[in-house]
DNA sequence: AGTGTATCCTGCAGGC
DNA sequence: TGCCTGCAGGATACAC
């Protein structure tokens, strides 16, 4: 679900109410997100407090007294909630938002930090700030830094024959893009998804990183996409959806010349593209 | 270096 | 209604 909007989206909203608390309790009800035992968790985090809420690629990062690092990952289906209220109202309010309870935290001055994950395909690991910084490294690029240019974007391109949406997709060449956003922003740019990364002009990749560009920030101004389980640190749903041109959109006619959305799966993804505009040559 | 495949896990939509 | 298949915003590990 979660890629840079809908990360961003929600660590915007926790960096207004995380920073300043404590974390007093922790229950691991799914230790399978975790990589650790979870007693040795619980007691590495109880007592520390929180000074601030950060995003590198698709992770939030809390940035914890110790020091440590708390890096969030929400798979597929993770949610991150806050309620500013504790104990069982967590569960009346807000409707169906907390389904799949996996870790709850309970907050000092009061409040709850519920992770939530349907198939628990998410993570929470626990990370000296300079541990970190080295799996940081590992992460390509942010894709909003202006400090990228449009020339490092096309020399890191030129790199990898693998096809340009799976070069999307590898968080070590560019981080935080997703199958969403990687449709939505070769659609925009008019690149076929299978064109070899080294394949594109200096002006296809000025253009897509153009697009990407485009395409997340206004994603983020949305609140994200909401497909299904995505919310908002706030139990929110994103508003992006309508505007998505391709993605899950097959056989619907293309905003822009009107022919039929085609799928085709590769790298066991579906890819969504307008055959006529995103050439494959 | 690349790709294809499988895996983790649950839920839902669609076909019959 | 129920059963079955396929599919899902991610990440990783494996064999070729």
Same mark, same amino acid.
């Given at each position: 679900?979660?890629? +840079? ?18 974390? *007093? ?10 990589? &650790?035992? /979870?007693?040795? @968790? ?40 806050? !309620? ?28 709850? %930090? ?14 000296? /700030?300079?541990?970190? &910084? ?13 400090? +990228?240019? #449009?020339?490092? @974007?096309? *020399?890191?391109? %030129? ?9 999307? =997709?590898?968080?070590? !060449? ?8 990687? #449709?939505?922003?070769?659609?925009? #740019?008019?690149?076929? /998804? ?14 897509? =990183?153009?697009?990407? !560009? ?19 640190? #706030? ?5 992006? *959806? /309508? ?6 959109? &097959? ?21 969504? @593209? ?8």
């Amino acid at each position: 679900m979660p890629e +840079l909007p809908e990360v961003e989206t929600v660590v915007r909203e926790l960096a207004q109410v995380l920073p300043g608390r404590r974390i *007093r309790e922790v229950e691991v009800i799914h230790a399978d997100l975790l990589h &650790e035992p /979870p007693e040795h @968790f619980r007691r590495a985090l109880l007592g520390t407090r929180i000074q601030g809420v950060n995003r590198r690629g698709k992770n939030i990062l809390l940035r914890l007294s110790g020091p440590q690092i708390l890096a969030v990952n929400l798979g597929m289906t993770g949610r991150l909630l806050f !309620r500013p209220v504790s104990g069982a109202s967590l569960t009346t309010e807000g409707g169906d938002t907390a389904t799949h309870e996996a870790l709850l935290f309970t907050l000092e001055p009061p409040g709850v %930090l519920l992770y939530d994950d349907a198939r628990r395909f998410g993570s929470l690991e626990r990370h000296h /700030p300079r541990e970190w &910084e080295a799996k940081s490294k590992r992460l390509g690029p942010e894709p909003l830094d202006p400090a +990228l240019t #449009s020339a490092d @974007f096309h *020399r890191r391109l %030129l790199r990898s024959r693998s096809p340009v949406r799976s070069w999307l =997709l590898d968080q070590t !060449r560019i981080a935080g893009i997703g199958n969403i956003y990687a #449709s939505e922003a070769l659609f925009r #740019s008019g690149v076929h /998804p299978t064109r070899p990364a080294r394949s594109l002009s200096e002006g296809e990749s000025a253009a897509l =990183l153009a697009a990407l !560009r485009e395409v997340l920030t206004e994603a983020l101004q949305a609140g994200g996409t909401t497909l299904r389980d995505y919310r908002t640190a #706030s139990g929110g749903v994103g508003g992006f *959806r /309508p505007s998505l041109r391709v993605y899950d959109r &097959e056989g619907e006619p293309c905003p822009r010349c009107n022919t039929p959305v085609e799928r085709i799966v590769f790298g066991n993804r579906s890819a969504f @593209f307008c055959p006529r505009c995103q050439r494959s040559e």
